[in-house]
């Protein structure tokens, strides 16, 4: 019965009062603060694309001007949310304890995140590859679609996504193929021991002196890499433009055995004899 009579002694005139005070001061600056915080971050994505776009038709290095109007974007709108929070009457020195606080809890729980945060930096910086290269690390190839501060998008030549933690990238070994204008393609062909090894050498550099997209300079190498069981492999090495690798690689493999067929120079297999027994 006491709790019921306090209830009922609740002055609703003065708590409307409250209510509407509240609405007419520190409601309608928090109504204006989110209007302007929408708009100004509406106005920092404008900004930040124009940058852009800007940089793109300046031919400035793709990665940077990506990752670094992600990053502007990021400050800008962390500085609007904070002065947004200091005009509603917020007190921003115990919210920063908080933050303080939080962080070092975050900071234990999410070490994982945060290396791959430092990770990103390092990529930022080092540069050890551009949006477009393309790359291999961890067991995993493709071409480098985007960079982000936490990981790293590459996408596979049969178009799958593989999204790669920076961490991981910046501390393992990373091969960029894309780097350097040139390339070396090298394939192997055998040949049986009974086949002349200059017949079939001359007959390998008449292959790479009819296709022009093979460098003269350095001149293509024709040499021995070893005597296996049942063969003799030569190793095939030519010089070439980076974007023709994979075209020359293809040509060198289908023309020399072409070549070898119309020739007569027998490429050996491995071949099982099976002897049967008569007990009788």
């Known amino acids: 019965m006491f709790f019921a009579d306090e209830i009922t002694k609740i002055d609703w005139n003065a708590l409307w009062n409250t209510l509407v005070n509240w609405c007419m001061t520190t ?4 109504i204006i603060g989110l209007i302007l915080l929408f708009i100004i971050f509406k106005v920092v994505n404008i900004l930040t694309k124009k940058l852009y776009k800007r940089l793109q038709k300046k031919q400035a290095d793709e990665t940077l001007s990506r990752v670094g109007t992600q990053a502007l974007r990021f400050v800008l709108k962390g500085i609007a949310l904070v002065c947004f929070i200091g005009y509603v ?3 921003t020195a115990s919210i920063s304890a908080l933050i303080a606080s939080l962080g070092v809890a975050l900071g234990l ?3 994982g995140s945060l290396s791959n945060f430092a990770g990103g930096i390092i990529i930022i910086v080092m540069r050890p590859f551009r949006i477009g290269d393309k790359i291999t690390t961890n067991g995993e190839s493709g071409t480098v679609e985007d960079i982000h501060m936490f990981y790293t998008v590459l996408v596979t030549p049969d178009n799958k996504v593989i999204h790669v933690p920076n961490g991981s990238l910046a501390n393992n070994v990373i091969v960029n193929t894309s780097i350097k204008e040139t390339r070396r393609v090298e394939v192997v062909m055998s040949i049986s021991y009974d086949t002349d090894l200059n017949k079939a050498t ?3 550099h008449e292959v790479c002196r009819k296709n022009a997209l093979i460098f003269n300079d350095p001149e293509p190498y024709v040499g021995i890499k070893e005597y296996s069981a049942s063969s003799v492999d030569l190793n095939i090495r030519v010089w070439c433009n980076n974007k023709d690798y994979w075209t020359i690689n293809n040509y060198l493999l ?3 055995k072409q070549s070898f067929d119309e020739n007569g120079v027998e490429i050996p297999f491995n071949q099982l004899e099976v002897a049967i027994k008569n007990k009788e």
């Open 254 to 256: 289908v023309e020399i």
């Open 202 to 204: 001359n007959l390998i």
């Open 89 to 91: 009457g917020i007190e």
């Open 27 to 30: 409601g309608v600056k928090f």
């Open 109 to 111: 729980a999410l070490q």
